[in-house]
């Protein structure tokens, strides 16, 4: 089927009549400059080959290429385009909600990256974007939250934006408390919307709840009556030297994980709880979380578009060429005589080889 992206388009067809008709001057106005040859140059352009002339002293068929050529240039414009078939194409989806930790105890740096010491939410940022960019095909979505949660980027098919919205991730913006069951919550409210088959939120955290207006064990709950499947994520190491004023003593940074409210939350959404102690634990849990089997979502339709916008731009460009050049031989009475006395000479030795 033909179509054209942009139809509105041919409402510019008239604008050169409408140009012509403001800009045309006043034939009543006293300062006009009167030609007293004008009726013998015009007679001389209506015998020059043969064509009858415009009001303007052109030949008819000039302007008439002109003309032409316009249709022409705002019919490429208007981007005609060939549709094909509907072909169905099936999308195999998920719908995956990502709750990040960005609580100040995120800044622990007790996980290494690349060999080097680093926090725990620069870890959490290059094993994550690394997960979302293999999601290709799942729309994915991300929630930041600390004292409260709040949506950085909602359900999207655009990795890419996702992935840099975490990367610029700062700690501690969302409060310095940690609302494990606001973060559900809100998880639940963008998913529920989704196939029910599809409805996936991970959560990652340090610590336990210590805010927040819901319960962590009120919004599992929830979850689980909404058909969310919700995989849990305690980070931190398990231990690490600390230099004391009687040499290094060990601690655990992860005092503060509630491991047990985590697989509970698990449990009770079908879900699984992983703990990563190391970056390469972290990236262990993404990879077995990737992979969840897809579900087929709604089925789309793929029409194969064929641009055609070329070709009558091309002749377009051709006609408005032959234009400037003819008109610019007419308009040198020198180059124009020359055309019209071999044009002469050709029709006097047709004339004689005739007889």
């Given at each position: 089927m033909l179509t054209f992206a942009w139809p509105w388009l041919f409402i510019l067809i008239p604008l050169p009549w409408l140009i012509r008709k403001r800009t045309k001057p006043d034939a009543s106005n006293s300062t006009a400059v009167y030609v007293p040859f004008y009726d013998q140059a015009r007679s001389a352009l209506a015998g020059y080959g043969g064509q009858r002339t415009a009001r303007n002293g052109q030949p008819r068929w000039l302007k008439l290429l002109a003309t032409l050529a316009w249709l022409l240039l705002v019919v490429a414009s208007t981007r005609p385009q060939w549709l094909g078939d509907p072909i169905p194409v099936k999308s195999e989806a998920r719908d995956l909600m990502l709750a990040v930790d960005?609580?100040?105890?995120?800044?622990?740096?007790?996980?290494?990256?690349?060999?080097?010491?680093?926090?725990?939410?620069?870890?959490?940022k290059s094993v994550v974007t690394d997960f979302i960019t293999q999601r290709q095909g799942d729309r994915v979505?991300?929630?930041?939250?600390?004292?409260?949660?709040?949506?950085?980027?909602?359900?999207?098919?655009?990795?890419?934006?996702?992935?840099?919205?975490?990367d610029e991730a700062t700690l501690g913006i969302a409060g310095n408390a940690t609302a494990i069951g606001d973060s559900i919550g809100l998880g639940i409210k963008r998913l529920r919307e989704r196939p029910a088959d599809s409805r996936v939120l991970i959560l990652l955290t340090d610590g336990a709840n210590t805010g927040g207006e819901v319960s962590p064990e009120q919004a599992a709950t929830l979850a689980a009556e909404a058909g969310v499947k919700i995989y849990t994520i305690g980070v931190g190491a398990d231990e690490v030297l600390r230099r004391g004023i009687f040499g290094y003593r060990k601690e655990n940074p992860s005092s503060d994980l509630d491991e047990r409210l985590l697989q509970s939350i698990a449990d009770k959404t079908d879900g699984q709880y992983f703990r990563a102690r190391n970056t390469g634990e972290l990236e262990l849990i993404y990879e077995s979380i990737n992979q969840l089997e897809p579900i087929?979502?709604?089925?789309?339709?793929?029409?194969?578009?064929?641009?055609?916008?070329?070709?009558p731009l091309a002749f377009s460009m051709v006609f408005l060429l032959m234009f400037w050049a003819i008109n610019w031989i007419l308009s040198h009475p020198r180059i124009s005589k020359h055309f019209g006395s071999t044009e002469a000479g050709l029709t006097a030795q047709s004339a004689k080889g005739g007889k």
């Open positions: 960005i609580s100040p105890s995120m800044q622990e740096t007790d996980l290494l990256l690349k060999g080097y010491q680093a926090t725990r939410l620069e870890v959490v979505g991300l929630i930041l939250f600390g004292a409260q949660p709040y949506i950085q980027v909602p359900l999207t098919f655009d990795l890419t934006t996702v992935a840099q919205l975490l087929e979502q709604d089925q789309r339709v793929y029409r194969p578009t064929t641009e055609y916008y070329a070709l």
